[in-house]
């Protein structure tokens, strides 16, 4: 889409020169590389701090590291308990996007496609559920949770993401489905198929791109996501990688090298999958409106 | 989005009488409506899942806290009723009033500055001719770090030992030595609200930009040939092209303003002494520590009422506007 519009303007702009066009994009230029510096500036600091010793961050708290000490990354790896932190978030991320894509897709499928009674009934209620605030049920869901023994339970944690997830999911899945030619099912039917084999092999293939989406959002938010892990996980062979770097940089608060070398561990694969995805990121952020 | 549900319910009744009445003519009658009947019960089936994970963990304790808000249920112990109780206390806790200021704070500059810097930005970004990849990619990485991260790269440079005042230090600027941003009074709201302000913006100015290039450029092209400038051009023919999705932005910095967990979590724990002290700390710490569960679904209805009644305001608003 990007490309396709640029290729327009510019097509535009060289039929005819947009007026004091040269003269003004200089300026343009000059405040985009100064807000770009200002959103890079704290991240390049935090990778320029992860290589250094303890005793050159004293002397030298912002610049580049004279030797780099590629160590850090092994020792933050070791004493922060990173290994298992992003062990127990692998598997949270792994079963929230699976449970989501479940959950989501056979409800999208039976809202977009299906004679679904109640629809809008339905429908208001996704709406609702998306605008109501995690307060309004975190506190009965915590004794709720203590009642049924899932608090401190990795499980526990990935039923409630997957709830939090599903209702966006669905409204956003519903919006490829709706798009398919209803021929293409009925074409299958009529050879036989039931609705299982409707939905999972003429379906859901065409709606890859809708469910890549809701994967990348569901996994960054589950990647991230803080309130609920923090609150309802405890023992810390459970933790995920974020209430585990929270314990390791709250307490360890002298090491900052090492700090800066785990926090440049745990955000290296999101900006990688970022970089090569950047599109699916921000359509997908964009209609979640779930990360804040 | 509920007017094309209507025209997908519509398109398979109005087909299905044409496919099946092609194919094999009169007895396929009855035995339709039976099929329908099935394909009802296996469409409520796709849709049990999702509505019974949600039942369990939203809707039903959200319900739930109705009740509990008229009770003095600690959590555990089957509660008792008080009444309004709980509501009148709320009335008159300073630390309720304390933390509803402190949201109105933060929800107004997260509306305010990540809006009209993100549309400025977005502006200008839709008016280069090289290097908008380059720069939006710069721009919306601050959004995509996690937020503990986010937090201690900013706790780092904003510590007077650690950060951007030893570096200035270093080289003899020295006004900044002795302040301690997360650590005073009056700077820990403005420091946290900027942190947060930093990671979101970059947000805003890429969903803007996306926006922009979605506006008709016959319509630029014909503001322009008018000479309304880069001014007027920016005010009459940008922002009216893409004023649903400001309004969308604009919703969703109001539930972030209001509903902020984990910036004021990490770096401040809402203090020194309550100064960044916000509704979703107060809620929890309420009840799932002090074990006032009771309380704290009073405080967190009220929340959940403000919210209502913004989003409302917002929707009718709009609707308003569109008529």
Not at chain 2, 194 to 222: C, N, Q, R
Request: hydrophobic share 55%; glycine share 8%; proline share 6%.
């Amino acid at each position: 889409m990007s490309t396709s519009s640029q290729l327009r303007f510019q097509k535009a702009g060289a039929a005819d020169p947009r007026p004091g066009g040269s003269g003004r994009t200089p300026i343009a230029y000059i405040i985009l590389v100064l807000f770009a510096i200002v959103a890079a500036f704290p991240i390049v600091v935090m990778f320029f701090n992860a290589l250094k010793t303890s005793a050159e961050l004293a002397t030298n708290p912002i610049g580049p590291p004279t030797n780099p000490q590629w160590g850090n990354f092994a020792e933050a790896w070791e004493r922060g308990g990173i290994g298992q932190g992003l062990l127990n978030t692998a598997i949270i991320v792994f079963f929230t996007v699976i449970g989501t894509w479940i959950c989501a897709g056979l409800a999208a499928y039976a809202l977009a496609r299906l004679d679904l009674p109640f629809k809008s009934a339905f429908q208001t209620y996704l709406f609702v559920i998306i605008s109501l605030p995690v307060q309004s049920f975190i506190v009965p869901l915590f004794f709720l949770w203590v009642k049924l023994g899932l608090v401190n339970t990795l499980q526990g944690l990935i039923i409630i993401y997957i709830a939090l997830n599903t209702p966006f999911a669905v409204l956003l899945l519903r919006t490829f489905l709706v798009n398919i030619p209803k021929e293409l099912d009925e074409a299958a039917r009529l050879d036989g198929a039931n609705e299982l084999q409707v939905a999972s092999r003429v379906i859901l293939p065409l709606t890859w791109p809708g469910l890549l989406t809701v994967g990348l959002v569901v996994g960054l938010a589950a990647y991230g996501e803080l309130q609920f892990a923090v609150t309802f996980i405890l023992d810390p062979a459970l933790l995920p990688i974020s209430t585990t770097f929270l314990n390791f940089s709250q307490g360890q608060t002298q090491l900052f090298n090492l700090i800066n070398a785990a926090s440049v561990i745990i955000v290296v694969p999101l900006i990688i999958l970022f970089l090569f995805m950047q599109r699916q990121f921000v359509a997908g952020l964009a209609s979640s409106g779930t990360k804040g | 989005m509920i007017d094309t549900s209507y025209a997908s319910t519509a398109a398979p009744a109005a087909s299905d009488p044409h496919v099946a009445g092609r194919r094999r003519p009169p007895k396929s009658r009855p035995r339709r409506s039976r099929l329908q009947r099935k394909s009802r019960r296996v469409a409520l089936l796709f849709f049990l899942p999702a509505i019974a994970v949600n039942l369990l963990v939203i809707g039903g304790p959200a319900v739930s806290s109705i009740g509990y808000s008229f009770t003095d249920w600690n959590g555990i112990s089957p509660p008792n009723f008080v009444g309004l109780d709980n509501w009148q206390r709320m009335l008159t806790d300073a630390a309720f009033w304390s933390v509803m200021r402190n949201n109105a704070i933060y929800l107004v500059v997260l509306v305010i500055i990540p809006t009209s810097l993100g549309l400025f930005g977005a502006f200008l970004l839709a008016r280069i001719r090289r290097g908008s990849t380059v720069f939006r990619a710069i721009f919306f990485i601050p959004f995509l770090l996690i937020s503990v991260v986010v937090a201690q790269i900013w706790r780092n440079l904003l510590s007077p030992d650690t950060g951007i005042a030893a570096a200035l230090d270093s080289i003899g600027i020295t006004w900044l030595n002795d302040v301690y941003f997360l650590g005073s009074q009056e700077l820990a709201l403005p420091t946290v609200i900027g942190v947060h302000v930093w990671s979101f913006i970059g947000f805003t100015m890429v969903f803007f930009y996306a926006a922009i290039k979605t506006v008709d450029p016959a319509l630029i092209e014909a503001a322009r040939l008018d000479g309304v400038g880069v001014w007027g051009e920016f005010w009459h023919v940008v922002i009216p092209g893409i004023r649903p999705m400001i309004v969308f932005s604009i919703s969703f910095a109001v539930i972030a303003g209001l509903l902020v967990y984990d910036m004021p979590r990490i770096l401040t724990g809402g203090g020194p002494a309550g100064a960044s002290d916000v509704a979703a700390l107060l809620i929890n710490r309420t009840s799932i520590v002090g074990r006032e569960a009771g309380y704290g679904t009073v405080l967190a209805l009220t929340l959940t009422l403000i919210s209502g009644v913004v989003i409302g305001v917002i929707t009718y608003l709009r609707r308003k506007e569109e008529n």
